[in-house]
């Protein structure tokens, strides 16, 4: 069986749980959840035809191969009073909206995301400043939540806007963004991450909700997710090149 057909399986039997699924029962009332096994095949048919690419794996490992501490990258804790609040409430409050060229904005509690099909993998993170470290992830393949949105036809690229400011003190708010094209943001092992190791996200590694592109290097993988964006063109957000730290210099294709 070809990699994009296992994809093709996965989220169909993905996508024929959530119709059923009985943790869950407001999305599951939602006139979308029926056809979401098509959307999800017809999406990641386009995104294959976009930008003509695969749907490859990256190399998963074994259980003895995760490390007894995964180190954290990035922004360790936003720090702002608006997350902190939410970090002391358990995040029972936080969403993740879904908006731009989608026929469906969605807003998703963590217990939305939680309660849906989710996926396992045992992958390596690689840090653009050299080292790795293997870890265990869960959550949604954010294939499903972009079928369930109904990506509009224009749409070419995925972007995340997070909770964490990169600004110093006092300056105006500038906060971490990311993104992908379609086809990476397809791809069976992107996730919408809210376990990490068999526990709950921590703090530094990007609670509530962080993603998962684990064919990219790590400062892709945007921590702290609150919104998710889909749009046709980078070049009219923030400094136009797809990400804070592309802004800043780094390339935008952080493939591995």
């Not at 029926?34 to 017809?42: A, D, M, N, P, T």
């Not at 902190?84 to 807003?107: D, I, Q």
């Not at 963004?177 to 996730?191: F, K, N, V």
């Not at 376990?195 to 921590?223: D, F, I, S, T």
Request: contains cysteine; charged residues 25%.
């Amino acid at each position: 069986m070809t990699d994009r057909r296992r994809f093709l399986a996965r989220t169909g039997a993905a996508g024929l749980a959530l119709f059923s699924l009985s943790g869950c029962t407001k999305l599951s009332q939602k006139p979308w959840v029926g056809s979401l096994l098509g959307e999800v095949e017809k999406l990641t048919r386009r995104a294959q035809h976009l930008f003509a690419g695969s749907h490859a794996l990256a190399p998963e490992f074994r259980e003895a191969d995760i490390a007894p501490e995964f180190r954290a990258n990035g922004t360790l804790d936003p720090g702002t009073d608006e997350y902190s609040a939410h970090a002391a409430m358990g995040f029972k409050n936080w969403r993740v909206t879904v908006s731009g060229l989608v026929e469906r904005p969605l807003s998703l509690a963590l217990d939305d995301l939680k309660g849906l099909p989710s996926r396992t993998q045992i992958t390596r993170h690689d840090c653009v400043e050299g080292w790795s470290c293997i870890g265990k992830w869960k959550g949604v393949p954010l294939a499903s939540i972009l079928a369930a949105a109904r990506v509009k036809p224009e749409a070419r690229y995925v972007v995340f806007r997070c909770a964490d400011n990169m600004s110093p003190a006092g300056a105006e708010p500038q906060f971490y963004y990311e993104s992908l094209d379609l086809l990476e943001a397809t791809h069976p092992q992107t996730l919408l991450a809210y376990e990490l190791n068999n526990a709950p996200l921590p703090v530094k590694h990007g609670a509530p909700v962080r993603l998962r592109a684990e064919r990219q290097l790590g400062y892709k993988m945007a921590k702290y997710i609150k919104h998710i964006e889909v749009v046709a063109e980078l070049t009219p957000i923030a400094g136009g090149r797809g990400g804070y730290w592309e802004d800043q210099g780094y390339s935008w294709y952080g493939g591995i």
